[in-house]
């Protein structure tokens, strides 16, 4: 364990003395500067992507397609749906899997037996691969099964499989708070176990489920390149039209947009970012304000 | 009219797709016209296995792929839709690259040059001595094996310690932030990008000759003029009245296609050939 | 509540059984009872075999093409040459320059991340009143949600053209490590912060009152008793933030540059291995072929570095639960 540094053999500057020796103020100062640096760097980011974007934050935004040749009236509007399209076929995945799965584990599994402990630490490095690794797994499974890899369904895919660890990471924790009583009276009041997980401890678990889900799901939100690594960057100009539809997604956008050198590009990136950001930022403040206002406090 | 149209290939040739898809788009806003751009080659396989409509190309479809082509039952035309000069650039802010003889180039780019030909003044030795740094696209591209057929006479053979993309764009954006940088593109992505980029001159032994419309198509701009392609498939015109329509408003439309995009437009004779040929395709 | 069933089988699990209830009901209800708890129950235990499958999905995915490559090119070759030209007509599979691609922009990552991580969460633990810590703390959530894309566009339209060409007076050109590197440490910040930041909280208040007692004062606190006693825990963020720099796409994608050259300087551009993998993965990739198998023998290896990165990640992070 810790042990107390070893005491020095110089007399200490004791008090307030001690507070206010140079290396003391200095060492203040470093901090300080560490946590200044750290907001300003969130700062500048925020401000340039509002400078440039903000002209682009138009209507043409919302409602046209990105345009090789006329970039000043690009639009995301087929990246917006895409992401919108693509999100809730990921939750409607991953959500269920993650959920049942950190139920069976926080719920029925025994721990001390050795496959249950594989689980356990084989999700903590799922949670931890890098995101383009996800992608490979879902070309290699589409080539296998004969599903075409540049559809809304195969990004689907890679994207649940990217996020599955920790919502079931996360789901696992809410379980945990519930206290050990919700479940022993509802055991003793004759319930299954499972029916018990179903009508009192899932739900009383819900806000930290909820939280955790909202915040993983506005990771897959963001994510790029298990996607690049699916469907290369097709330009997109129509609407998504269905699971198997080709598809393009706001960070896709980004990313394509990012890559051209003319300013009308960097403009209209910076203000799909906005976008982005905006839709990251309510994702998020739900996720808040689930957990502030319904966390139960046992 | 609805339907997709699904096009794959050169990344020179991209610009001049969408530019028509995006026009098209305009008539018929039903069908959807989707733009890849894997390289020519890329591009090429798949379209021999069936995977594309339509093939966009730099560079005419070679022996291989008219073998793969055959071999899986793929027929397909061979359309020429504009002219590009393929261009070399430096940055605006260079100041000694004005005009390169194309000896200079093969010394340049040649595969004898990886690791050894690493500063300017062993190109020239009017040059100052700075570090050269290279752009180019990657080996998958039209434009690849057009230039390196050309300047070092051998499709496919060049250096490779150079910063290669696919992606034309990633090339712009290099040249333009380096002053001691070359690259080598299509005719468009210098055009759209004038302010960052200054065009070299090419002397093929008659001068110095710089790219433009007028040299591209009375034959100065040597060897560097070149035609671009695309190659409907057969099948997908006789299937799909879309891409049928599609290829007849593409020849109908190619001057305007052309300068929306910015390149070089066919001459008279060329044109008449294209629409020719569009009507034998697609029966119009 | 829940409703009183039929007594008899519960699902299976060490959880406390239910007693077998003295009120009997009909014997439908009992077996369809069990019947449907069987399927849920087999439900979930088949979510939980998911994960596995995953992970040996992962390896299998992977594997396949890799060996595939393998037959084509040696093992030694590609781990220990120093070109990489796959795709040229001499070519050559020697995956060094990758690794120094992605080596020089992780410890940029890290050189700025660590110490401005370090930094801010010896701060909002340590000196921080609790306003303070309520007013950054969201801010640096707010660090770590931003997506890598937006980075990469950070990097490449500001971070490249301003602070390094304008500011700085650094000649880089539009592509470089030190641009990717420094946008790459940006991101990981929060991951290092906040979890040091844990750490550092988990550190029970007797020991910081022990030390003060006996005349030391905060800085001397915090450096020789807090951040040794959770050292773990910080050893933990340091090297997930490692995990994270190693495996990230969309800034260096964006920012690093196209050429497989061995970097040898923070200024010049370079190609990392998630890179190439982006690269090649927008470009044509057709199963089967050479270059599609490369791919996945780069992927492989990254897979494996993270790997073993993260199970040293995830020991230290057991050994910091343990100790408190």
Known sequence: ????????????????????????????????????????????????????????????????????????????????????????????????????????????????????????????????????????LTAGFALTVGLPRRVVLSGAIALALLILPVIIITTREALRSVPAEIRQGSL??????????????????????????????????????????????????????????????????????????????????????????????????LAIVIRNRYQRHW | MSGEVVIDGSSTVEPLSSAAGELFKEEQPGVNVSVGTSGTGGGFEKFCQGATDISDASRPIAEDEVEACKKAGVDYSELRVA????????????????????????????????????????????????????????TDSGTFDYFTDEINGEEGASRSDYNASEDDNVIVQGVSGSANALGYFGYTYFEENGDALKAIEIDSGDGCVAPSAET????????????????????????????????????????????????????????????????????? | MSTLTAGGGSSSGTGPRRGNSSIDGPSIQRQSARYGERLVMGFLISSAGLSVI??????????????????????WDFLFGTRWAPTFANSDFGVLPLITGTFWTTVIGLALAVPVGLGTAVYLAEYARPRVRKTFKPALEVLAGIPSVVYGYFALAFVAPVVLNNLLSLEVGTYSVLAAGLVLGIMIIPTIASLSEDALTAVPQDLRQGSLALGANRMRTTLRVVFPAAISGIAASIVLGLSRAVGETMIVALAAGTQARMVDSPT?????????????????????????????????????????????????VQRFREAY
């Not at chain 1, 790029?224 to 100009?237: C, D, N, Q, S």
């Not at chain 1, 198997?244 to 203000?271: D, H, K, N």
């Open chain 1, 1 to 136: 364990m810790a042990t107390i540094g070893a005491v020095a053999t110089a007399p200490l500057r004791a008090g307030r003395a001690g507070e206010r020796s140079g290396t003391s103020i200095g060492f203040l100062v470093a901090l300080w500067a560490a946590l200044a640096f750290a907001l300003v760097c969130l700062a500048t980011l925020l401000v340039t992507a509002f400078i440039d974007g903000y002209p682009r934050l138009d209507g043409a935004l919302f409602t046209r397609y990105s345009s090789r040749v006329i970039p000043e009236t690009a639009g995301a509007r087929a990246a917006i749906l895409g992401s919108m399209m693509v999100i809730v076929t990921t939750a409607l995945m991953a959500i269920p899997l993650g959920v049942a799965a950190a139920v069976y584990l926080e719920e029925f599994a025994d721990p001390r037996r050795w496959f249950n402990k594989l689980i356990e630490v084989n999700l903590q490095n799922l949670a931890a691969v890098p995101a383009i690794v996800y992608g490979m």
């Open chain 1, 188 to 285: 003793a009041l004759g319930a299954t176990p499972l029916q018990t997980v179903w009508r009192q401890t899932l739900p009383s678990a819900l806000p930290g489920v909820a939280t955790g889900t909202i915040l993983a799901l506005s990771r897959a939100l963001g994510e790029a390149a298990p996607l690049l690594l699916l469907g290369g960057l097709v330009f997109v100009t129509y609407d998504p039209n269905g699971l198997m539809s080709g598809f393009t997604t706001l960070p896709i956008q980004i990313f394509s947009w990012t890559g051209q050198p003319q300013v009308e590009f960097r403009q209209v990136a910076s203000a799909a970012i906005i976008v982005l950001l905006g839709l990251l930022l309510v994702m998020n403040a």
């Open chain 2, 83 to 138: 002219t590009d000069a393929l261009t070399v650039v430096t940055s605006a802010d260079n100041e000694f690259l004005n005009c390169l003889t194309t000896d200079e180039l093969a010394t340049l780019w040649g595969p004898d040059a990886e690791g050894k030909v690493t500063t300017w003044d062993q190109v020239n030795p009017d040059f100052p001595n700075e570090n050269i740094e290279l752009y180019g696209p990657g």
């Open chain 2, 216 to 284: 591209a198509q009375d034959g100065s701009y040597t060897p560097l003029a070149r035609p671009l392609f695309i190659y409907p498939s057969k099948e997908a015109v006789e299937k799909k009245e879309h891409v049928a329509a599609f290829i007849d408003f593409y020849a109908e439309n190619s001057s305007e296609i052309a300068e929306v995009a910015q390149y070089i437009p066919l001459n008279d004779e060329q044109t008449t050939e294209l629409q020719d040929q569009a009507g034998q395709l697609t029966g119009n």
């Open chain 3, 54 to 75: 995953v992970t040996v999905g992962i390896v299998v995915a992977l594997l396949v093409p890799a060996l595939e490559f393998f037959r084509e090119v040696s093992v």
């Open chain 3, 268 to 316: 010049s551009n370079g190609q990392t291995m998630t890179g190439f993998i982006a690269q090649t993965a927008t470009g044509e990739s057709t199963p089967g072929t050479l270059t599609y198998n490369t791919l996945f023998a780069v992927g492989l290896l990254l897979f494996v570095i993270t790997l073993i990165i993260n199970i040293i990640s995830i020991r230290l």
